[in-house]
C-alpha cells in the first residue's frame, strides 16, 4: 500500500487514487508473473525481471490488433500521444516484439504487427493477466471482485 503524504487526505483516498494504486499494483504483478514465465522469450524475461519492461510496454499488448495496427490508432487506444507511442513502437521493434510493415490499404502508412516472439509474449501476458485476477479474486473474495469487474465496466464505457 501507498505512504500517504501528510495534509488534505482526501487527495489520497478517492476513487481515482485508488483506481491508480490498484492499476499499478496489477500492472507490476502481471510484469512480476510474465518474468517467472517460462515459456515466455529468456530476453524479454530478464528484461522484465530487471524492470525494463514496465506498465506502457503493456499498453502494446493490450491495445495492439492481431491483424496489426497503425501508430495513431494504437496510440489512441493507450491514450497517449503518436509520438510516446512511436517511441514505446522502436522500443518493443528493438526487442523483437513487434515490426513494422507496409500497410497494403495505404501505401503512405505503416502497421505495427506482433512477430513471432511477440505472439510469445502475448501469450505469457495472458496467462499473467489470468492468474492476477485469479489473485485479485482470492484476496478480496470472488462476490466483491465481480461487482468491482462490472463496475468498472460500467463506468469506462
Known sequence: MATRT?????????MGYWLAQASARFDARVLALMAANDSMPLALANL????????SHVHITRH??????RLTELAARAGVSKQAMGKLVDQCEAWGL?????DLRDA?????VFTPTGLSWLQAFKEAVT?????LQDAV????????????????A
Open 141 to 156: 473474495g470472488q462476490e466483491v471482485a465481480t461487482v468491482m469487474a462490472l463496475g468498472l465496466e460500467a463506468y469506462a
Open 108 to 112: 503512405r502508412a505503416c502497421l505495427v
Open 131 to 135: 492468474q492476477a485476477q485469479n489473485e
Open 64 to 69: 495492439l490488433a492481431l491483424a496489426g495496427s
Open 98 to 102: 513487434v515490426q513494422r510493415q507496409c
Open 6 to 14: 501528510p495534509g488534505n487526505p482526501w487527495r489520497q483516498t478517492h
Open 48 to 55: 522484465a525481471a530487471r524492470g525494463h519492461l514496465t506498465a
